[in-house]
């Protein structure tokens, strides 16, 4: 299929998810302060106990600055069922004192004011919070111009060929920052996953049986018997 440019094929494939998947939802009514310390809890785990460990949390301390202050032990067994209690409470009470100290308060809204890169500058001074994280904030949260690249993105992303196949996730959130056009980058984010969780897997894809069959590189080369279906990238 030809193209003028990479960004009509990727606008082209956005299109083709969104009417196989339907738009996707808009992200939650969260404070910027909420999907701070959500996203820190989703490190390392997936979504359900992520959830249930925030849950856990909101119902055991009434304000942020009772968890900034909660005894250790008592916030790591708060939030055991995200995984990794001892690093992720070390984290979320780091991160609400340096909230605090540099605003007065635990807001985040200030992040909105913010150009992406001093947005994501400031979010990475915070141990833990790393570039994915800070994307995902600044996308989710803040609608910012931001692609994030999860697992499902990174894997997605090399078999469509909009990144070389030995690109890291680092070097992946860069070219897709670059190539992805703005107005759809939160969409286009959301639908890969989609993607990813629903055909385009790590193992046993079915890519035929989903919308964008013709851009999977890997798909072609398993049809074209140029590959076999175990040799999975």
């Not at 969104?18 to 390392?44: A, C, M, R, W």
């Not at 119902?59 to 009772?66: F, N, Q």
């Not at 995902?136 to 803040?142: E, K, R, S």
């Amino acid at each position: 299929m030809d193209y003028e440019n990479e960004e009509e094929k990727i606008r082209d494939i956005n299109q083709k998810l969104k009417d196989f998947y339907g738009g996707p939802e808009p992200p939650q009514d969260q404070s910027g302060i909420d999907y701070l310390v959500e996203t820190i809890l989703s490190q390392n785990t997936n979504d359900i106990n992520r959830d249930k460990a925030f849950k856990q949390l909101k119902e055991k301390y009434e304000t942020w600055e009772e968890v900034e202050n909660a005894e250790r032990e008592e916030l790591i067994d708060t939030i055991r069922v995200a995984g990794l209690g001892p690093t992720k409470a070390e984290r979320i009470q780091e991160a609400l004192r340096i909230v605090r100290e540099d605003q007065g308060d635990y807001d985040l809204e200030f992040i909105g004011d913010m150009s992406v890169e001093d947005g994501k500058a400031w979010l990475t001074e915070i141990p833990g919070i790393g570039p994915k994280t800070a994307a995902i904030i600044l996308c989710f949260y803040f609608r910012k111009p931001v692609m994030p690249v999860d697992t499902h993105v990174h894997r997605i992303s090399k078999r469509l060929g909009l990144v070389p196949e030995d690109a890291s996730r680092t070097k992946a959130h860069e070219i897709l920052e670059e190539k992805v056009p703005d107005d759809i980058k939160y969409e286009f984010h959301r639908l890969l996953i989609d993607h990813g969780r629903e055909h385009c897997k790590a193992r046993n894809p079915t890519c035929g049986e989903g919308p964008i069959p013709e851009y999977c590189k890997f798909y072609n080369q398993v049809k074209n018997g140029e590959k076999d279906v175990d040799e999975v990238p």
